[in-house]
């Protein structure tokens, strides 16, 4: 039993960068404007462009956009720092809260603000794989990922890489393609319903993630992944 929440947990981090890169491409082609609910390097870049050239209205959606990504994580540690057993599901049942939301306002209020809404939420959901106060797992990031791959890369050529390492940090990166991709079949075909995918992979996240620190309660909290 106690391996099956280590492979569980284990499998965390593919399953919301999967999550993270639909949400992603499914409010960046709702908005066409360069503004992502997750991938926060790319947001940043964005904010500096616009002030550069003192576009202070479009400057001012990006540093809300990051301020309120910051705000969700804020709360994920929050329910963290709670100390309760189960405060990944928690963090996980907040977030598929945040999305229904964003589900019944998509009909009350521009997809800026909802945007602004999955941004939340999608910083809130990186505190799931939190491991200790100081030590947290990063989702959508891309550029280390990369990074990893061809530091790993480097040293198989001169036979000292670690192909299980590199495997993980592959898959990792084509977790968040393979989101993005999802978020857009979904665009082309089913916009309506755009959200309803994550939705369904968050509560269903969050109900295995009840189950199972219910059934290991003797086991520690955090696990190394």
């Known amino acids: 039993m106690l391996n099956e929440r280590r492979f569980f947990l284990s499998l965390m981090p593919y399953l919301l960068l999967f ?31 616009m002030l550069s050239y003192h576009d202070c209205p479009q400057a001012a959606i990006y540093i809300a ?36 939301f964003a589900i019944i306002m998509e009909s009350y209020l521009p ?3 909802i945007n602004f809404i999955l ?9 799931a794989l939190r491991l200790t106060i ?21 040293l198989a050529i001169v036979g ?11 898959c990792l990166w ?3 393609i393979s989101g993005a991709m999802n978020g857009g079949f979904i665009m082309q075909t089913i916009p309506q319903y755009s959200l ?13 993630l009840f189950y199972i620190e219910y059934t290991h309660r003797s086991t520690p909290m955090d696990t190394e992944l």
Not at 86 to 95: D, L
Not at 119 to 127: A, D, K, L, T, V
């Open 19 to 49: 999550i993270a890169g639909t949400v992603d491409a499914v409010g960046f082609l709702h908005l066409k404007d360069g503004v992502f609910a997750s991938f926060m390097s790319g947001n940043s870049t964005h904010m500096g462009m």
């Open 65 to 100: 956009i990051l301020g309120i990504f910051i705000i969700g994580s804020m709360s994920g540690e929050l329910i963290a720092l709670s100390g309760r057993r189960f405060y990944r599901g928690v963090v996980m049942a907040s977030v598929s809260v945040v999305l229904i």
């Open 111 to 113: 997809f800026l603000a």
């Open 119 to 127: 941004c939340y939420g999608m910083g809130m959901q990186n505190i």
């Open 134 to 154: 100081e030590k947290s797992i990063p989702l959508t990031y891309a550029t280390g990922y990369l990074v990893n791959i061809g530091r790993l890369l480097a």
């Open 160 to 170: 000292q890489g670690d192909r299980k390492r590199l495997m993980q940090y592959l």
């Open 174 to 176: 084509g977790s968040l």
């Open 196 to 208: 309803f995918p994550a939705l369904a992979l968050t509560s269903f996240i969050a109900v295995t």
